[in-house]
């Protein structure tokens, strides 16, 4: 069964910086999907990123990029220009190739700090 | 607007009773989900399903149940089996495509046991 760990429980960052949340996980599969999305204070769940294991290249959504390393089974999301509104709990998620349902990690709780 | 609703946003259950959450998508995706939130857990699978009349557990359905009977709805029921069934409910769905599986969420049902 595959597994997700993330293990940064809190996290706080200024306004303006970066920060980097850290994703790995363990699978037997060579195709998956990895995600992550952001919970803010609503609860309602918001995909930020997305990245097919078969692409080498990392994903990249605006200020939002992810550092894939599938040797080590590693899935880093970077924030760029941190802004108040990126306040929300973070998690990672995977999926293997036949779509099956996501499995979780237990997220990163982000506070971005004027 | 295509989306995914849940009601109610919050609901109330006195111990023994059964309570349903709904769950409706006018996004035409096959597949439904129904995952649990708990403090310090992130989300973990109840149930999903594929396909109309056709559904399978999660991780933790013990003291759930659902239905399929019609593309739009995937309606859950907490029974009076399941013990501490206080906790933020997530219905989402997904179309069953290799190129695009992002996964939509509801807003969630709050469910507390008085």
């Known amino acids: 069964a595959q597994t997700v760990t993330q293990s940064q429980p809190e996290m706080s960052v200024q306004e303006a910086e970066t920060v980097t949340l850290s994703c790995t996980y363990d699978?037997?599969?060579?195709?998956?999907?990895l995600f992550w999305y952001k919970q803010p204070p609503s609860r309602q769940m918001i995909l930020v990123i997305r990245q097919e294991a078969y692409k080498q290249q990392n994903a990249t959504e605006n200020r939002f990029s992810v550092n894939f390393q599938k040797a080590a089974k590693s899935f880093s999301l970077k924030i760029s220009d941190s802004q108040l509104g990126d306040t929300a709990m973070y998690f990672c998620?995977?999926?293997?190739?036949?779509?099956?349902?996501?499995?979780f990690g237990k997220g990163t709780r982000l506070s971005v700090i004027a | 607007d295509g989306g995914i609703t849940q009601s109610p946003k919050y609901l109330f259950r006195k111990e023994g009773q059964n309570v349903t959450l709904s769950c409706e998508q006018n996004?035409?995706?096959?597949?439904m989900y129904w995952y649990r939130q708990d403090p310090g857990q992130g989300l973990r699978l109840i149930y999903y399903?594929?396909?109309?009349?056709?559904?399978q557990k999660g991780d933790i359905a013990e003291g759930y149940s659902v239905s399929r009977e019609k593309k739009e709805s995937f309606p859950l029921t907490v029974t009076s089996a399941q013990k501490n069934p206080t906790a933020f409910y997530l219905c989402a769905s997904q179309g069953v495509s290799y190129l695009y599986n992002e996964q939509f969420f509801g807003p969630g049902t709050r469910l507390t046991v008085l």
């Open positions: 998620a995977f999926m293997n190739w036949r779509n099956t349902p996501l499995v």
């Open positions: 399903s594929q396909i109309v009349n056709d559904f």
């Open positions: 996004l035409n995706h096959d597949a």
């Open positions: 699978t037997s599969e060579s195709n998956y999907y």
